[in-house]
């Protein structure tokens, strides 16, 4: 095979052909958040970054339909609503002198 | 780009010739209007891939890119790859080109009904995905994080399965990696 021209000769697509009859299954691959991405929030919430959130917001359905300005705004939300509390919560209490 | 392939019609087994383009809104139009209707009403794990917002989000960086396989104008399946950024598992140093999404339309699929009308269009995508890999430089090396139901088709290609990724949903990692000189 040259670099140039995609190729697949005849040996290749009978392999090819006999994997796929023997698998009997889809050929699928990707990850997606979607319908997981509750889920996938709650794992990620005590350690995630703002960096990270906007990520994940942006990668799932939520930024198909809100603006970038939108995504901003939600993750500052996310996390004054969902890590601000945990954050204050980890805060050890300072000891009394005695 | 389009070039021609061969895939296989199941109802005769009669190889005929499909064309290999990169994605266009026409192939994303497909997808809205042929595919999502069907895969929004099966329980498959793609339901919410949305090919509007991969060509938007992905394919204004220069380093995705994505293909389909149309036939009879009808696309049959999809790839987005990323080309610049991913390393090898066993090798950080070494490129190699990531299958961010591979997929095949709803009625090519076995999970969907039970006699699909074409085969081969996956593996001329990931096929193809290995020629991209070599032209970049890469040795062919490719990874991918494959849906539970496709694992197996991945082991019989004599892809490195990797075990699940936590940070991917905990799908498992599969690679094809050639080990060799630094890139």
């Given at each position: ?8 000769d ?5 392999r ?12 699928i691959?990707?990850v ?44 500052a ?8 509390p945990?954050?204050?919560?980890k ?8 | ?10 109802s ?19 997808f ?52 610049k ?13 990531y299958?961010?999404?591979?997929e ?77 000189e630094?890139?």
């Amino acid at each position: 095979m040259t670099l140039d021209i995609f190729d697949i000769d005849d040996e290749e697509l009978l392999r090819m052909n006999q994997i796929e009859e023997e698998c009997g299954c889809d050929v699928i691959a990707g990850v997606d958040h979607g319908v997981n991405l509750g889920n996938y929030l709650f794992e990620k919430i005590n350690t995630i970054s703002y960096d990270e959130l906007k990520e994940i917001l942006i990668d799932s359905k939520v930024g198909n339909i809100l603006s970038s300005e939108e995504i901003d705004e939600v993750t500052a939300k996310i996390q004054e609503k969902i890590l601000a509390p945990r954050l204050e919560l980890k805060t050890y209490p300072i000891p009394e002198l005695a | 780009m389009s070039e021609n392939r061969r895939i296989l019609r199941l109802s005769d087994r009669q190889e005929v010739h499909a064309s290999l383009t990169r994605v266009s809104q026409k192939n994303v139009d497909d997808f809205e209007t042929f595919w999502k209707p069907r895969i929004l009403s099966k329980n498959q794990g793609d339901e919410y891939w949305d090919w509007q917002y991969k060509s938007r989000t992905y394919l204004s960086r220069g380093n995705y890119e994505a293909y389909a396989i149309e036939y009879e104008k009808i696309t049959q399946g999809m790839m987005l790859i990323e080309t610049k950024n991913h390393r090898s598992w066993f090798n950080p140093e070494v490129s190699l080109v990531y299958v961010a999404t591979l997929e095949t339309a709803p009625w090519n699929r076995f999970s969907i009904q039970s006699d699909p009308m074409f085969q081969w269009i996956g593996s001329n995508l990931l096929r193809f995905a290995k020629f991209r890999s070599q032209q970049l430089g890469y040795r062919g090396s490719v990874g991918l994080h494959s849906l539970p139901r496709a694992e197996s088709f991945y082991e019989k290609l004599n892809m490195n399965n990797c075990g699940k990724d936590p940070d991917k949903d905990n799908l498992t990692y599969f690679e094809w990696y050639k080990s060799g000189e630094r890139q």
